[in-house]
């Protein structure tokens, strides 16, 4: 044995070794952070015990002591049931904005790309006016400068017979369900299963001949007529209570209230012209060549747009989509400032009629950290089943 | 979101522009109104929808608006509640302000030209191009000075804007190799400035309103959230888990939060998570403290776009250098990454802007917005309908400053040719 090989190789001394550096830095971060997170919550113990509030959940269960404009439920009820019709009012306004907002946005998007001057300059200005204000003053300005200041209810602007505006709200009709309810819902699904069926049927005959499927207008033509069957044979289950100005009062049809209405008009608004330049963006994103190949193949305006471009910039747009829509439910919380009960409104008032605000703001937080949650993972799921598969 | 083609990236754009073509105005509304029958269709339905939008609108802002309200609380909108006998605090402090940012601007710009010099790019902005530049906040300025009754604010005004454009002329005078100076006098100049307004027996920023405190939230929230964001954006992308996650958290904590909830929270539970010896800071702290935890969670998603944007083999080059991870970071990755997300900055900008109008949600906080609305409760404009001025006037403020931001930021989207290098 020779010395050289006898000697042991110079081992690497512990605080130079890489993995013991990242383990100790590890551990040095996480100490760090949980003494501060340790020291914040030992902070608020010590100040709420000093001041008397308490630190459970109970105040869930008390009376909430004040009521719910636009809601029957009674000032006595526990304070969770009140949070729980503010989540239902934040929904209320998220789900349908989203959809209405997508739409708009896509007219809009597609508007900015029309050969059309005056539609592009339009929508052009209509995204650049809106999104370069602040959604508060949108909202504000819908509320106290527009719904607020319509007529009052004897000079009523009325748009006979759907629609009746005065400063009290908006009158629209409203879908009313009565008599053989249960009979007719049980139609319409089975007029939608009939139409499904078809539209299998119709798209197996095309995939084998190629003749035209026109499962779209041959399905909704197929409810449309069974559903109508139905409502004559059953003695008009589902009828529309219109709005009538009578005198001083409107009576029938659904009142949206002023707050309601400005959310959703100011929130929708708002929401489009971003919505819009997503989809102006995903449709230039598409390679000009897509288009140029189906205007080869003979198809025209609307069906290169339907086929072939939307598809594929629908699919680059699904993310920042997702985005926006997760915006505007959270702008839904701008609500407070027009007195729209939304969840944190409701919250806000069970702080001034004496709910402790950590534990009330924690739980407002929570609802709206709930909605993102769901809407993100939905986004997620959509995007994966858009994303093109790659082999 | 541009594509390019690669048989055309190569070739540079040259400076001769195709002739514009000439069309006369019959053979241009045929092209581009009415060149297919569903064209037509849309021009005819379309054109007096706008000419009814344009007529009211500039009746309204002609005719039957009642612009006297503006006129009378110009004051209020801008500054709200700040004390009338103090006002020459505010015009020391925008003096020095537009004293460093002038200075730093030219320097900057110096050493754009100098760049874009050795390149053979550079080309003389013209007299035209500037004015296009500077339209949306000179037709502002033009508003304001209209709507000003007296001739001393014009005066100041008129010294302030002569005192920027000379800071301007002798910082593009001042030697490139001095630009860290000129950066450290805009932080002194930005300090001085606020002290000048709040120290030596000033105005405490409890009393401050209108649009300087939307501008105050806006330019604070982004100076201090910057850093901030800088670090949780490197830790998102750090190898280490445990930190990693913990940025994450961060992240997706502040982002996925509405902003008015973080403000309530900020006003009524912040200062109990500070220990009962301590004194409880005052509301604009809290305010500005929120915004800066909620605004460094976005920054650090822009920052971590442009770290990945950097390519690996940066890292390697400087890892080969021998540089320290540090030294990595800072002298070669950052400023890459950074340059990229200007942008994207800009547009977070806007947005924090835009936000800043939540802060009226905090008691005791009179921005621009809480001050329109209490302007239609004063005596002579009760129950009048004065809102429809007060929120326009607010809203073409806004408008115009996100705007204006929004187009320079594409301006320099193109520059920096994000996207297309």
Known sequence: ???????????????????????????????AVAALLVWLFDNLTVNLRGLGIRRDFRFLDQPAGFRIPGSDIAAQSPIRDLLAVGFRNTIRVAVPGIIAA????????????????????????????????PPLVLLVFTYLAVLQRLPTVDNSIVVAPLVVLNNRGIYLPQPQLEGNVVAFLAAIAIAAAVAVVAGIARTRRFDATGRPHRRVPIGIGIVVVLAGVAWLALGRPLTFGLPVLEGRVVRGGWRTTNEYGSVFVALVLYTSAFIAEIVRGSIQAVPKGQSEAAQALGLGGLQRLRFVVLPQALRIATPSMGNEFLNLTKNVSLGIFVAYPELLRIGRQAIGNGAPAPQALLIVLLGYLLLSVVLSVLTNLGNRRLQLVER | MSTTDPTTAPVRPTATAPPASRLGPLAWARRNLFSSVWNAVLTVLVAPLLAATAYFLLRFVFVTGRWDVVIVNLTNLMIGVFPRSELWRLWLASALLVLVVGLALGNAVAAARILATERGTFAAPGAWQTLRRLAPPLTLLLIIVVFVRTPTPLLLLVGVIVLGLAAYRVGLRIAVRHRRVVQLGVLLGVLAAQLAVTSFGGVSRTAWGGLLLNLYFTVGALALSFPLGILVALGRRSSLPVVRGSCLVYIEFFRGAPLVILLFAGWLVLPFFLPPQFPTPNVITRVLTILVLFTSAYVAEIVRGGLQGVPRGQWEAAQALGLSPWRQTRLVILPQALRSVIPALVGQAISIFKDTTLVIAVAGMTEVLGVAQTLTQQAAFRAQGYILETLSFVSLIFWVGCYWMSRESQRLEARLGVGTR
């Open chain 1, 1 to 31: 044995m020779t010395t050289t090989a006898k000697a042991a190789p110079r081992r690497t001394p512990l605080w130079r070794d890489i993995r013991i550096i990242r383990v100790g830095l590890q551990v040095a971060f996480l100490i």
């Open chain 1, 102 to 133: 997508t739409l708009l946005g896509i007219v809009v998007g597609v508007a900015r790309l029309s050969t059309n001057w005056l539609v592009r300059r339009t929508a052009g200005m209509y995204v650049e006016v809106l999104r370069n204000v």
